[in-house]
């Protein structure tokens, strides 16, 4: 069986990108979603192993001596990373896999797995991107201003990426996430 593709979806935080990875994952039975581990608290409503595997540090860094993780990342101080044995399962599959993972997550694969697709989320503008982080409402003021310095970062290096996706509207944005995804199925066959 042919190996499925993998779909890198990254962002700045709360440009929507759990939502766009829900609608894909109803839209599209073929594509799965790879639940990275991290050191991060839950927020509320998040479940454990759904929305992330919540690790201690220890158990992180145990997993990166290991070589369990595909690439990690620090993030805001904490750390995410892709299990390697859950894309490489599915992979082999036949199913496509998406990742939604921070820009240093994203060179990491670029460099291991160059043929993966390379979308890049941004928000119609700084005031809504502002306005759907503050909404969220799950972090602290400290958190939430260290997310937004991080994001102008992020933002400056959406030009590394072949896919630049504006979720102007979830609907519009997904269609064109799909599109992207039909003409990489059609490049590999
Ligand atoms: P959040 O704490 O908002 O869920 O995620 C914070 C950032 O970490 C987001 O940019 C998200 O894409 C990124 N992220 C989530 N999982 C991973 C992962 O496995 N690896 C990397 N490098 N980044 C991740």
Not at 152 to 174: L, S
Request: aromatic fraction near 6%; proline fraction near 3%.
């Amino acid at each position: 069986m042919k190996q499925g593709l993998l779909i890198v979806i990254s962002g700045p935080s709360g440009v929507g990108k759990d939502t766009l990875i829900r609608r894909l994952l109803e839209l599209d039975r073929n594509l799965v979603y790879s639940v990275s581990g991290t050191t991060r608290q839950p927020r509320p409503g998040e479940k454990r192993d759904e929305n992330y595997t919540f690790l201690t540090r220890e158990q992180f860094e145990a997993l990166v001596k290991k070589r369990a993780f595909l690439e990690h990342a620090n993030y805001n101080g904490h750390l995410y990373g892709t299990f390697r044995d859950r894309v490489e399962r599915a992979r082999r599959e036949g199913r496509d896999v998406v990742l939604k993972i921070d820009i240093q997550g994203a060179e990491q694969v670029r460099r291991r797995i160059p043929d993966a697709v390379f979308i890049f989320v941004v928000a119609p503008s700084e005031e809504e991107l502002k306005h759907r982080q503050e909404e969220r409402g799950s972090e602290s003021p400290q958190d939430l201003a260290s997310r937004r310095e991080i994001a102008k970062h992020e933002m400056a290096y959406a030009q590394n990426y072949e896919h630049v996706v504006m979720n102007d509207d979830v609907e519009r944005a997904v269609r064109e996430i799909r599109q992207i995804i039909e003409d990489a199925r059609l490049r590999v066959t």
